[in-house]
């Protein structure tokens, strides 16, 4: 056998081949199984005298390294701990997360893996990824080819340019670490096999200073490359990832708003791809719309929404709103008549210079003239609620205290139940704290988050704080692609995933959640993928179609357990 180690699948489950020997074993991470290798396997790996005596089972293991994780003395340092073990024995890693899904979450994603990020050239020992050089773009097959996979085997490649990592913004290449934590939530929450993902950082330059300026910085040196030859080199990634692996979905990952929408846009109709940022970000924050709109009482139809800080990610949000709208009954026009977006120069409107997503939300001189403002021309925050008075109200501006409590008061005293969503990450970037808002409403708010915040407790009911997490809807929409072979990831596809959370809420209790817990994530992306699996069908971008789509979204989910083992 020419490959040291060969993974294949049959009646009984997944088999692990390996014609490797000795230290070789145990330094391939999907291999090493350490101390619960038997004493058999250990004799004919020749592994006799490398480990310890005892053979422990997986749960022993566990048992182990969930104590060492629990003593480390911060989120880095559990963070780190994690990106270790992740180095040396993967099925336990994933195993860990899967079962403490809860608790990690926040270590191996966000918000502690931006402190990560931003500390990546101090912190890097070992390389985890695929980084592809702008100025070395006739090494992109070569490098896209250096883990040795063939044509089917990828199901998945995240890749960012790290120019907006997670409300940090231009983190160059460092950036790399949110592909690959991207990818760890993709197998802890849907079970994408870890051994057919690739991650990869689209290596431009940099313009942060900071970056520039250190000696240790591990990217290219020199300011970001834009313009042409920017599009040329993720034009040759996105067709050169397509030719080696054409069944591989294409997730775009922290693009600035400047390259987010026009890349997605330029690819979604040629090319399996999604971008998480603005697609996922949509289908949570409606998934908590959806659940904030069936415990208002009102329709969707009927409510007036604000979107303070209307990028690409605010506007994907307004976007499959209006696509559900219209599905309801509403002709376009009049969906996005219930809109009002702002930028960093205030309202969308006639007469400002707009990017081409944001344009469609501009609202005309006419309907502003009636408008009463603090200053000529301005048309901010305040004056939009205090004249539209809105009945939802989003925030993915990025501006610490926006939603101030003259604005939630003036918002809440036009509506009984005010949907408020503080979205921006990280923590010190929300809009409000929920406290604050619920204090403000007297209970009254319908609060989701971006960050995850304690329950709240306000006239003697505990309010539990919707998440607005994007990993509940990612990983189900992956798989879901993945499963039928989607040759296309469409608003539908993305709208099914958004409908499909919100079917998971139990609004009938005071105080409950917006959206499900991050303890049913396995579960969760599962149904979300079946949902996903079902509406590619219909629209007739599933190349694998199938009758059974819980059959077949359940077989495409790898199972974090020691594969048996077959020595050659």
């Known amino acids: 056998m020419s490959v040291p180690f060969q993974y294949a699948q049959d009646s009984d489950g997944e088999l692990l081949k390996i014609a490797a020997r000795g230290q070789e074993v145990l330094t391939n991470p999907l291999a090493n199984r350490g101390t619960a290798f038997t004493l058999e396997e250990r004799k004919t790996l020749g592994l006799t005298g490398l480990l310890p005596s005892g053979v422990m089972t997986i749960t022993d293991q566990l048992k182990r390294v969930y104590a060492q994780y629990s003593a480390q003395p911060d989120d880095l340092a559990k963070y780190l701990y994690l990106n270790h073990m992740h180095d040396r024995n993967e099925v336990l890693y994933f195993r860990l997360i899967a079962e403490h899904i809860e608790e990690m979450l926040p270590i191996v994603y966000t918000p502690t ?27 992109m097959e070569q490098a896209l080819g250096q883990l040795g996979h063939g044509p089917d085997d990828v199901d998945l490649i995240v890749a960012t340019d790290a120019e907006g990592i997670l409300g940090i913004g231009d983190q160059g290449v460092g950036g790399v670490a949110i592909t690959v934590g991207k990818l760890a939530v993709y197998t802890a929450a849907a079970g994408i096999h870890p051994h057919r993902v690739l991650p990869v950082i689209l290596d431009v330059g940099t313009d942060n200073m900071e970056r520039l300026n250190d000696d240790g910085y591990l990217g290219v040196r020199h300011p970001r490359v ?26 775009w990952e922290d693009f600035a708003a400047g390259n987010a929408t026009r890349i997605l846009n330029k690819y979604r109709d040629d090319y399996c791809t999604f971008n998480d940022d603005i697609q996922g970000t949509a289908a949570v924050v409606v998934a908590a719309v959806l659940s904030a709109v069936k415990a208002s009482g009102t329709p969707l139809s009927k409510h ?11 506007t994907g949000i307004a976007n499959l709103l209006v696509q559900l709208m219209v599905s309801q009954g509403l002709d376009e026009e009049t969906a996005r008549s219930h809109f009002w977006g702002l930028g960093s120069r205030g309202l969308l409107r006639d007469g ?22 603090d200053a000529p021309d301005q048309y901010t925050l305040s004056d939009v609620v205090r004249n539209v008075h809105p009945t939802i109200l989003i925030g993915c501006s990025a501006q610490t205290g926006a939603f101030t409590e003259e604005i939630v008061k003036t918002m809440s005293a036009h509506c009984d139940r005010p949907v408020i969503m503080p979205l921006s990450n990280p923590t010190r970037k929300a809009e409000a704290l929920p406290s604050d808002i619920l204090k403000w409403t007297e209970g009254r708010a319908l609060v989701a988050t971006g960050s995850p915040f304690k329950p709240v407790m306000v006239n003697g ?3 539990q704080i919707a998440q607005a997490n994007n990993a509940l809807v990612f990983p189900g929409i992956g798989l879901g692609a993945i499963a039928v072979r989607a040759s296309r990831v469409t608003k539908g596809m993305i709208a099914a995933a958004a409908e499909a959370v919100a079917m998971h809420v139990d609004n009938r209790v005071m105080g409950a959640s917006l959206l499900p817990s991050i303890k049913t994530l396995r579960p969760l992306s599962a149904s979300v993928a079946i949902a996903v699996a079902q509406q590619a069908m219909e629209e007739g971008v599933a190349t694998e179609a199938t009758d059974n789509p819980v059959e077949k979204v359940f077989s495409a989910m790898w199972q974090p357990r020691y594969p048996r083992v077959e020595v050659i």
């Open 461 to 463: 009911v505990t309010y």
């Open 226 to 251: 834009r313009g042409e030859r920017y599009d040329a080199f993720v034009q040759q990634y996105v067709e050169t990832a397509h030719r080696m692996f054409p069944h591989a979905l294409l997730h």
């Open 113 to 139: 893996i931006g402190k990560a990020i931003e500390e990546y050239n101090h912190w890097y020992d070992r390389p985890s990824g695929i980084y592809l050089s702008i100025d070395d773009p006739e090494d």
């Open 352 to 373: 400002l210079r707009l990017r081409d997503f944001q344009q469609p939300f501009a609202r005309s001189k006419e309907e502003l003239e009636g408008w009463t403002t």
């Open 304 to 314: 007036r929404i604000v979107i303070h800080g209307a990028g690409s990610a605010g």
